[in-house]
C-alpha cells in the first residue's frame, strides 16, 4: 500500500463536510503528514477557516486547472 504524495480535497462533498474528511486524515497515522489541499467553489471566509482549522494545508477556490497543473509541477520536482 502507498500513500498518496498530496491529497486535494473538495470542501463541499454530499455525504460528509471536508473538514471532517480532513480530520480523519489527519487522524489517521498512514495520512497525517500528507499534505491537503482544500478546494471549494465558495469564497467564504468561514470555509477557509473551518478548512484551515481541520489541518488543511492550503485552500484554494473553483476554478483551479492552472494552480492544481502547479502543485503537480511542484510535486513532482520534490520526488513526488
Known amino acids: 500500500e502507498q500513500t498518496p504524495n498530496l491529497i486535494l480535497l473538495d470542501y463541499g462533498l454530499p455525504d460528509m463536510p471536508g473538514p471532517d ?42 476554478p483551479i486547472d492552472d494552480l492544481v497543473d502547479s502543485y503537480f509541477i511542484l510535486m513532482c520536482s520534490l520526488g513526488g
Open 21 to 62: 474528511v480532513l480530520r480523519q486524515l489527519r487522524s489517521d497515522p498512514v495520512t497525517r503528514r500528507v499534505p491537503v489541499v482544500v478546494f471549494s467553489a465558495s469564497q467564504s471566509p468561514a470555509a477557509r477557516i473551518a478548512a484551515f482549522e481541520a489541518g488543511a494545508d492550503d485552500f484554494l477556490v473553483k
